[in-house]
């Protein structure tokens, strides 16, 4: 789990570069991809206000105290999903029209099963977050990587097999990052990681605090930017986030400074702006969504 632009340290492997896109609402044309950043120590928090309500926590989070004295035993948990499920409104979406069909859910998740959170009503139409099945969903997400748009930001254009060593150690993983289908009325339309910020090497580079959640997303088709939807959907997947995960105070995200659609879309979407941090291939701008500050933002 980690940050948004060009590659991302979010994950369930901190060895793993991962990648993160959004797109905004803005009229001005809106890149697809936000960006994340890596797993590297060392980041200048210099832009840090000492004053700010951001302090650092340093006691570790139970989980982490947790998965290193479990270290050596058998291996984590894979990610769940559900291909459908109530949503807040009381509706129901169908995915298995699309192809998306249910798989069982873990008894444990580090992330609350995001793969039960069900779908939820947008301005956009009804949206789900769909948890990532490889054998059905690399064939559509390599394409995504592969709109140069996209690839621009994420560095993940090539044969699947590039898209596939990106997913595969979230998967495999211990469920700290859970890679998922956006799918808006019955379609998959855009491609989101939902990881535990606070578990990731991004925690390196701000003042992490138990639980924060990060989020990366990318809009896969150009008929779907630049219209809104990534606003729309910062929103309903930071609603979602707060509602279903009680212990998280805080959603983050951290977008290339020199994004200014993409920095809009998350001020849009009810993030603040937290502050300036170097990360290994870029300047971010670290956005936050505070659970106190919901109902004003």
């Known amino acids: ?35 994340l ?8 928090t210099s832009g840090f206000d000492p004053d700010a309500a951001d302090t650092l926590d340093l006691r570790l989070p139970d989980e982490l105290i947790d998965l290193i004295a479990a ?17 807040t409104d009381g509706t129901s979406t169908d995915l298995t029209d699309h192809g998306l069909t249910d798989h069982d859910l873990p008894d444990d998740d580090l992330l609350d099963n995001v793969g039960a959170w069900g779908p939820v009503t947008t301005r956009s139409g009804v949206f789900q977050l769909v948890p990532v099945r490889l054998e059905r969903d690399l064939p559509l997400i390599s394409r995504w990587m592969n709109d140069p748009a996209v690839a621009a930001f994420w560095e993940l254009e090539g044969p699947q ?30 491609y989101w990681e939902i990881y535990r910020a606070d578990l990731d090497p991004l925690a390196r580079h701000y003042p992490a605090r138990p639980h924060d959640t990060g989020v990366h997303l ?5 008929a779907n930017r630049g219209r ?13 986030v707060l509602d279903h995960r009680p212990p998280c105070a805080r959603v983050v995200a951290e977008p290339d400074l020199r994004n200014t659609p993409s920095v809009s879309a998350f001020l849009s979407a009810g993030f603040r702006f937290a502050a300036e941090v170097d990360l290994p291939e870029k300047r971010a701008a670290l956005m936050v969504r505070d659970r106190a500050l919901r109902a004003l933002l």
């Open 1 to 35: 789990m980690s940050s948004t632009d060009a590659r991302t340290g979010a994950g369930v492997s901190p060895t793993t570069p991962f990648a993160t896109a959004v797109t905004d609402e803005n009229p001005e044309p809106v890149p697809a991809a936000g960006e």
């Open 37 to 44: 950043a890596g797993p590297t120590a060392g980041a200048d």
């Open 71 to 87: 270290q050596g035993g058998a291996g984590g948990q894979g990610n769940g999903s559900s291909g459908h499920g109530p949503g």
């Open 161 to 190: 097999a590039v898209t596939e060593d990106h997913l595969r150690p979230q998967l495999d993983g211990d469920g700290r990052s859970v890679p998922c289908l956006g799918v808006l009325d019955g379609t998959p339309m855009s």
């Open 218 to 222: 990318l809009i896969g088709g150009v």
């Open 228 to 240: 809104g939807l990534g606003t729309n959907l910062l929103r309903a997947v930071a609603d979602l």
